[in-house]
């Protein structure tokens, strides 16, 4: 049974810092290319970032390209995006998936506000 489990958002001052981690099991994670969504209230969710299975980076959405850094650990089977500069448009629950072809989790909130 697959299972993605999000953790490390929070409330945040613009211009700080976050870094969420994506904790996956039941397939072969470092099979899997793996990406980060997020979804704002009222709003599409829509893909942020996404790294191959050999740890190449691609796809980061222009508005956070250059302040979001997607990685993963094939050993600890968990992907992670770490956030700077973070801005209140930012502001959204951020989830993790592979091509949206797994559940989805139960994501984790980040607020940008001063």
């Known amino acids: 049974q697959v299972q993605l489990v999000e953790s490390g958002g929070g409330l945040v001052q613009p211009g700080g810092s976050l870094k969420l981690s994506c904790a996956a099991s039941g397939f072969t994670f470092s099979n899997y290319a793996m990406s980060w969504y997020r979804q704002a209230p009222g709003k599409e969710r829509d893909l942020v970032a996404s790294?191959?299975?050999?740890?190449?980076?691609?796809n980061y959405e222009d508005s956070v390209r250059g302040r979001f850094t997607i990685s993963r650990d094939n050993v600890k089977n968990t992907v992670y995006l770490q956030m700077n500069n973070l801005k209140p448009e930012d502001t959204a629950v951020y989830y993790c998936?592979?091509?949206?072809?797994?559940?989805w989790g139960q994501g984790t909130q980040v607020t940008v506000s001063s």
């Open positions: 998936n592979s091509a949206r072809r797994w559940p």
């Open positions: 790294i191959l299975d050999t740890g190449e980076t691609f």
